[in-house]
């Protein structure tokens, strides 16, 4: 018997931390997320390291911000050499395995997890990568458009729908294996579901849950494109929003769809606690996203912003070692990493002096800390990189374009006041601006992202011309070790493959 903890990592996509403010909001059907909370560390100010998927993500494994992952945007090459939690928990004896989404992009498609069960549902080439040469340019063809708000409604199979039914069934195939216990590791496995992301479509019996919903309109509705500040300004540019016309009934419909598809995320995620239950293994289970949602707060949607409905995730932890409860210091994706590995014994020594994320473990067992949370944001809808700390109440946003903006969020959750020109904040602010510049060379910053896309439109142009060899992932089925095959005992077999083993 090993001491070190299973681990079961839940991980959604687009989900709005604001909807989680003590677990799930009382209002959400999501029963079984809200009997994980109960049993839960639940983190009530976690932020993404950068507001999109893939730099979120990569940040995410490695407790590392995008400016040194160089995972800057969705098209941006995952070094094979950046190490993962997936890698050092596997260095430690784990058996690493991932069913759906990463958003890996190049041709390392595994980043440290022994087994991966799905591919993925979006391209692991250079095709999406910005270009700040040419700022205000639309790339029709891959960018968010409204099109997600304006189609919203209902479906009973869709692109996405696919994808995350066979994440699941992936995923409790893999618990069940693990239950037969022919592997004695102890296991880490990453289950990763791309909803509640849009487009926003969701299955009648879900959407049938948010018949009579209050909360179908956001609380602070749109606010015109001349009061917006710049980098609204950009991100609703590059969702062509001047060609859609969003009304009312749209925007409740989005939402209502979006809430439809936690309902459906809760029915998956409880699929999988069930199963363990059932096959009476014990593990400590972390349940997170990559980024959030406006979804139509101050008329802005999806994510690409700092405002804590893009930037603000859920995070819950139930382990052992930490109690359940409510933590309301502010924390990271970017502390996933090393949590991991300070719940799972495993020593991170060799690269805590490159690892900019910290273990929250002792926030669980009522400790406290006083660091600030780090954003960066250098992909589409952006001209230059923007960054940002939240410390304490504040949050204070810097970009080399844009004029500094300065958020109370204790008085001001909505962040509708910029209070970087008011007289009364200017040690704030001069405070908050030391702490950026101290932390970010912004000229250095933007240089290494234009170095980054230049390369990479060159190399993409490149091998889409002649025999096209694409790095998409393709999950190995290995035919002849499944089921019944005639160099196997059936007797033997029937029996290690049954749980619980027959009396």
């Known amino acids: 018997m090993t001491t070190k903890p299973n681990i079961l990592i839940i991980m959604v996509d687009q989900l709005n931390g604001t909807l989680f403010p003590d677990g799930p909001a009382d209002w959400l059907h999501a029963p079984h997320l ?28 490695t407790g590392q911000l995008p400016s040194r992952t160089g995972v800057y945007d969705n098209a941006a090459e995952f070094a094979s050499s950046l190490p993962t939690y997936a890698h050092h928990l596997r260095r430690a004896g784990y058996h690493t395995c991932l069913s759906g989404k990463m958003h890996f992009v190049g041709p390392d498609q595994l980043h440290g997890f022994e087994e991966r069960l799905t591919t ?54 893999k618990l069940y294996d693990l239950s037969r216990g022919h592997d004695d590791r102890p296991w880490c496995l ?87 239950e059932d096959t009476r293994q014990e593990a400590t289970i972390m349940f997170v996203a990559d980024h959030g949602d406006m979804l139509g707060e101050r008329g802005l949607w999806f994510k ?28 990271s994706n970017i502390d996933v990493c090393p949590t991991l590995c300070d719940l799972a014994g495993v020593d991170m020594n060799e690269v805590m002096p490159w690892t900019q994320g910290e273990s929250i473990v002792a926030l669980g067992q009522g400790g406290s800390r006083d660091t600030p949370v780090a954003m960066e944001y250098a992909a589409e809808g952006s001209y ?27 008085a001001d959750p909505h962040e509708l006041t910029n209070l970087a020109e008011v007289p009364a904040h200017q040690g704030t602010r001069t405070q908050l601006r030391a702490k950026a510049l101290a932390r970010w060379d912004l000229d250095r910053f933007d240089a290494d992202v234009r170095h980054s896309q230049a390369g990479r439109w060159v190399v993409y142009e490149a091998l889409r011309n002649g025999a096209y060899f694409p790095w998409d992932f393709q999950p190995l089925q290995l035919a002849s070790e499944r089921y019944m095959r005639n160099h196997m005992d059936l007797n033997v077999l029937e029996e290690n493959q049954r749980f619980p083993r027959g009396e």
């Open 190 to 276: 990453t289950v990763s579901f791309t909803h509640p992301h849009d487009p926003y479509v969701a299955r009648q019996k879900y959407w049938d849950l948010y018949d009579d919903c209050e909360h179908l309109l956001p609380e602070v509705g749109p606010i015109p494109y001349a009061e917006q500040d710049a980098h609204s300004k950009r991100i609703l540019d590059a969702n062509d929003h001047e060609n859609f016309d969003i009304t009312p009934e749209q925007v409740k419909r989005a939402r209502r769809a979006y809430f439809a598809n936690i309902s459906y995320l809760d029915d998956k995620i409880g699929e999988l606690l069930q199963t363990l």
């Open 384 to 410: 230059a990189p923007l960054v940002s700390l939240r410390y304490g109440k504040w949050k204070f946003n810097m970009c080399a374009l844009d004029p500094d903006q300065l958020f109370d969020i204790d």
């Open 34 to 61: 809200k009997r994980l909370a109960a049993r839960s560390t639940r983190f009530q100010n976690c932020y993404t390291a950068s507001p999109l998927c893939a730099p979120g993500r990569a940040s995410f494994m």
């Open 120 to 173: 993925d549902i979006y391209p692991p080439d250079f095709g999406w990568t910005p270009d700040y040469r040419k700022p205000g340019e639309r790339i029709d063809w891959w960018y968010h458009n409204m099109g997600s708000v304006t189609g919203a409604g209902v479906a009973e199979i869709t692109n996405q729908m696919e994808y995350d039914d066979e994440v699941a069934y992936h995923a409790n195939r």
């Open 304 to 331: 690409m912003s700092f405002y804590d409905g893009s930037a603000r995730v859920p995070m819950m932890i139930a382990a052992p070692d930490m109690e359940p409860g409510l933590v309301t210091t502010p924390v």
